[in-house]
């Protein structure tokens, strides 16, 4: 063999050992087929896991004469593959479909890339110098060559690989240590689910579902992405395709028109995929995942470890709820032992203490000293009586109660149900942790009051109602594009309204534009006295 021909062969064995770009890499190896075969032009195409064309390189070699363009190999679409059982193909095997494609070729080869049997691609020659056709010589370098393709290929998709397990990990680690300790105080489970999630996919939508009742609808809890406040509080029908997608199916591939019916404008104007996966076991909270890319499609790899993120994050939720569950666990054994505590301590003693006072009657002759002792066992009885009450309060405390954010779902659903408009609806910041029992019950009641306001007299087009956790403080924001009468819209409402809102140190403010809708804001302090 040549020098020429050797030291192109062994520049393109150790390309692979340099540091340097996969796509050089194989540039390299097809100016070495080339050199070592004499060819005037040469071509290898990479398979994309959409079998299509992913890369496509071309070099003419060009000895002092001018080359033919015509005759350089092209690359569209899936060329058709050499099964990784057969080595090569000749010109008299593909001559016919080579002449159609390259008028005027007259002699052609080509080599599967391949490693064992994984079929990465093809290596192409054309035009021999010389004229004639490409020996058995030629074949056997250029299989040689393919090989040397093949591991560069292999060792690019291994790193890419352990690259995209790598970025997967590391997204739901965060996410279940942001879910845990409480990190970011602003951003609720969903939003740190959505945030972590756009990142670890690599895509351009992340949005987190969530059920509404069972199989009732979708409504978007959270989203992350550069079109992602389009679909923030949107609310869609339960679609079919999702009727059987469980924690532990694998995730569901959606194509534009899935994307389409799924999710209404979701899909963007280039092609695009997405992966739907749900969440395991979160009781009254049933979230699912969807992930959309529109450059590169989701390899095995996605399908793989999505389900990993989402398990991580499944486990971390269901820890959280336990965690929670304990808390309120204490809380309910601590009402229990107070109350039996009151029971069998303290109004045994004041029926006591009451029966010692009734026994001094009949040692009493002087009228004010008898009406004082009946003013006292009156207030000892009324005093057992209201220790009773307490103690049937203490003990009527659900064990299990709904969360704060379940419990803003059921409201608007049940509000809204009456009336043609679906609000919007937008959870921010961690609600369900830093929301109190009894400032619950006052900002449901203002929610109610006014929703049912701009729903019964505003008529607006669309209805907003944004709830979010701040460090120090609770905003609640119900915005409306109605007819903005704020009087007449609310009526005797505004004043249930403004005592809720001062029974929890809270603010309300309301804003009005005739023909340009109502802004209802409810601002309490989370330190709030909540009386």
């Known amino acids: 063999m040549p020098p020429l021909r050797i030291n192109a062969l062994v520049g393109a064995f150790s390309a692979m050992a340099d ?5 050089a890499v194989l540039e390299q ?26 890369t496509f390189i071309t070099v003419a070699l060009e000895r002092g004469e001018s080359s033919d363009s015509t005759l350089l190999p092209r690359g569209g679409g899936a060329p058709g593959l050499l099964g990784a059982g057969q080595q090569a193909v000749s010109p008299s095997e593909r001559a016919a479909e080579f002449s159609a494609q390259h008028p005027g070729g007259s002699s052609y080869l080509g080599v599967p890339i391949r490693v064992r049997d994984r079929v990465f691609g093809n290596l192409y020659l054309t035009e021999k110098y010389g004229g004639g056709h490409f020996t058995d010589t030629d074949e056997q370098l250029l299989v040689a060559l393919a090989a040397a393709a093949a591991v560069a290929i292999s060792n690019s998709h291994l790193f890419d690989d352990s690259t995209r397990r790598t970025r997967w990990l590391e997204g739901g680690l965060d996410t279940v240590h942001e879910i845990l300790e409480q990190t970011n105080p602003v951003r609720s489970t969903a939003e740190a689910l959505v945030h972590h999630g756009v990142r670890a996919s690599q895509s351009d939508l992340t949005i987190v579902l969530r059920e509404i009742g069972k199989g009732r609808g ?12 389009s679909f923030l509080g949107a609310s869609w029908e339960f679609p079919s395709m999702l009727e059987n997608l469980t924690a532990i199916e694998p995730p569901l591939l959606l194509t534009p028109s899935d994307l389409d019916r799924l999710l209404p404008g979701s899909s963007p104007a280039t092609p695009s995929v997405a992966l739907c ?35 991580h994050v499944s486990l971390a939720l269901e820890l959280l ?4 569950q304990r808390e309120q666990d204490a809380v309910f054994g601590d009402r229990d ?31 004010e000293a008898l009406a004082r002792v009946a003013l006292v066992t009156a207030e000892l009885d009324a005093t057992i009586r209201e220790l009773r009450d307490t103690i049937y309060s203490l003990r009527l405390v659900p064990q299990i109660t709904p969360t704060f954010s379940a419990g803003i779902f059921a409201l608007v659903a049940a509000t809204s149900e009456a009336y043609a408009r679906q609000p919007v609806l937008h959870l921010s910041g961690p609600l369900d942790a830093s929301m109190d029992p009894a400032l619950a019950v006052h900002v449901r009641a203002v929610l109610k009051e006014g929703m049912s306001a701009a729903l019964r007299h505003d008529s607006p087009r669309a209805l907003s109602i944004t709830l979010q956790a701040l460090p120090d403080r609770f905003e609640m924001g119900i915005t409306d594009d109605g007819s903005g009468s704020a009087d007449d819209s609310f009526g005797r409402g505004l004043t249930e309204m403004r005592r809720h809102a001062e029974l929890c140190d809270g603010t309300l403010s309301i804003s009005t534009t005739p023909d340009d809708g109502t802004r209802v804001l409810l601002t309490v302090p989370l330190t709030a006295q909540v009386r």
Do not use: K, N, W
């Not at 979708?218 to 406040?229: I, R, S, W």
């Not at 699912?288 to 390899?299: M, T």
């Open 19 to 23: 540091d340097i770009d996969v796509d």
């Open 29 to 54: 190896v097809t100016s070495a087929a080339c050199e070592v075969v004499d060819a005037r032009y040469g071509a290898l195409g990479v398979i994309g896991p959409d079998q299509l064309l992913s």
């Open 218 to 229: 979708l409504v978007c809890e959270a989203a992350d992405g550069p079109d992602a406040g």
């Open 277 to 311: 996966v749900r969440l395991a076991g979160q009781g009254d909270r049933q979230y699912i995942l969807f992930v959309r890319r529109e450059e590169s499609p989701f390899i095995d790899v996605d399908h793989e470890m999505v389900r990993t993120f989402t398990s």
């Open 321 to 324: 709820r336990a965690h929670r």
């Open 337 to 367: 032992r107070i109350a039996r505590d009151l029971h069998d301590l303290v109004i045994q003693r004041l029926f006591a203490a009451g029966l010692s006072i009734q026994s001094l009657r009949r040692h009493l002759v002087d009228s």
